[in-house]
């Protein structure tokens, strides 16, 4: 059998060589795995700790290889990674462990001709102390050079979250950029009530806080995958962030509304909409593409939510057949630079493919706008931190078009979020949300029926 380490290893080849999703990754190589719970915990460690510090090991290994990483065999690459990372950052495991299970295992995955060289990169570094001295710059004249090497962020990052929001509040925004988030839940009301369900999972053996604050909301901890397949399949509940569950809450959908949700897959927003319109009404949810949207459709007969229909279709361009709608949710595609703690592999994006964002954003908010009645209101949203993609979006269409104005967010959402007037935005560090925007926006009395 495989051990935890070598698994990992396997994984983190797939996500870095081959540009395999974290979360899919590591699921797939767990449940073939088998490994006992604390195992896979092990192993869940190391392939997150690796995959999100990847900046700073790479650091580390620079100095003692005389091989640029890039031209080393993949195994090799990522044996050396997690031998540093565990050497680094798990004061459990002892060093001249982390170092001989991975020589160990270039014997045991096709490079042990690379053991000696792997002996001899992992020996240098303890003997310099195994530290990141001497990997760091001066603090003082370098901060965001330092902060990208410690927190294992990439220096663009680093200089547009201190340009946009303030070199301290970065450092927040980057400190809680690396260890495993809190898992919460969305408690389906149709099938059962948060009390109820935390009992039941307690039961299962999973620390569970009732999020009562936010209402239907359940903070799971202590766990990796969780593993609760039957409560799950009968629909009682779906997983969610804080943000996405208070964003859909602020558009204040009322049952018997017609509700537009323009991006909708894999369909968690549209859920949390229909429920809190307790089913009654029509949420048409639109994605792009057609695979996507059959999954929106499992979810809602998953969670028996009947008023959701879905349509593939390009939310960019406008279909004046449907009609006009009481609420429309905007959550467009963005870098996602909000949920890098959940998604470890979106700090290494190239900055210049999100450069085009905005453009596609604005044009999906301004089409999607053109369905909302006089009176109406519409979010829009993003789980990125990035004003070019967030305030400055939203801040040019009120601009360009008079017919809409900022509508003040629900006074329980201001208190819980800390939100003034329309926007807000959540900081990770703040409410233990993910990064998250959302507005809100109310077409006038006299904006007239359609654009
Ligand atoms: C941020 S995700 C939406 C998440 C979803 N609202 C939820 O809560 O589960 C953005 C979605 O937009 C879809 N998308 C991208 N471009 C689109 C377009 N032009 N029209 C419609 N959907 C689009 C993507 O396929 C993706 O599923």
Same mark, same amino acid.
């Given at each position: 059998m495989k051990s935890a380490r070598q698994i990992a290893v396997q994984a983190l080849i797939k996500v870095? %060589?081959? /540009? #395999?999703?974290s979360n899919l990754v590591l699921d797939h190589a767990l449940e073939e795995s088998g490994l006992d719970a604390r195992d896979k915990a092990f192993c869940t460690t190391l392939f997150y700790g690796v995959l999100e510090r990847r900046i700073t090991l790479d650091a580390v290994l620079a100095r003692y290889?005389? %091989? +640029?990483?890039?031209?080393?065999m993949p195994q090799v690459r990522e044996l050396l990674r997690i031998a540093v990372y565990q050497i680094l950052y *798990? $004061?459990?495991?002892p060093a001249s462990a982390a170092v001989n299970e991975s020589v160990e295992l270039s014997r045991r995955m096709k490079c042990g001709h690379a053991s000696g060289f792997l002996n001899g990169v992992l020996r240098a570094f303890l003997r310099d102390g195994g530290s990141l001295d001497g990997v760091l710059p001066d603090r003082a004249e370098h901060p965001e050079e330092y902060l990208g090497l410690f927190y294992s962020a990439p220096l663009w990052l680093v200089r547009q979250w201190a340009a946009d929001y303030g070199i301290e509040r970065a450092e927040g925004m980057l400190a809680v950029s690396v260890g495993r988030p809190p898992l919460y839940l969305r408690v389906n009301p149709l099938k059962n009530n948060p009390a109820d369900l935390a009992a039941a999972l307690r039961k299962k053996g999973f620390a569970v806080t009732v999020r009562e604050e936010i209402g239907n909301c359940l903070e799971v901890s /202590?766990?990796?995958?969780?593993?609760?397949p039957v409560l799950y399949k009968r629909g009682h509940f779906t997983v969610q962030d804080l943000s996405s569950q208070l964003c859909v809450q602020a558009l204040e959908a009322r049952p018997g509304m017609r509700c537009l949700d323009?991006?909708?897959?894999? /369909?968690g927003k549209t859920f949390t909409l229909a429920q809190e319109m307790q089913n009654e009404g029509e949420v048409l949810a639109l994605d792009l593409h057609e695979f996507k949207t059959k999954l929106i459709r499992d979810g809602a007969k998953r969670l028996g939510l009947t008023c959701v229909s879905t349509e593939a279709s390009d939310a960019s361009v406008y279909d004046p057949a449907r009609g006009l709608f009481d609420r429309v949710l905007c959550d467009v595609p963005c870098s996602g630079l909000g949920i890098i703690r959940r998604k +470890? $592999?979106?700090?290494? !994006?190239?900055?210049e493919e999100l450069a085009a964002l905005p453009e596609i954003q604005y044009k999906i908010l301004e089409i999607s706008a !053109?369905? *909302?009645?006089?009176?109406g209101r519409l979010i829009y949203s993003t789980c990125t931190l990035n004003r070019n993609e967030n305030d400055r979006v939203v801040e040019r269409f009120l601009r360009e078009h008079p017919e809409f104005e900022p509508e003040p967010l629900p006074e329980r959402i201001r208190r819980l979020? /800390?939100? $003034?007037?329309y926007k807000v935005t959540l900081f +990770? $560090?703040? *409410? #233990?949300?993910? #990064?998250f925007f959302f507005a809100l926006l109310r077409r006038t009395e006299k904006g007239g029926a359609a654009l």
């Open positions: 870095n %060589q081959d /540009g #395999g999703y290889c005389r %091989q +640029p990483l890039k031209k080393l *798990l $004061e459990g495991v /202590g766990t990796g995958a969780v593993d609760y323009v991006c909708a897959a894999p /369909g +470890p $592999e979106i700090r290494y !994006k190239n900055p !053109k369905y *909302l009645k006089a009176g979020t /800390g939100g $003034e007037g +990770p $560090e703040a *409410l #233990g949300s993910d #990064g």
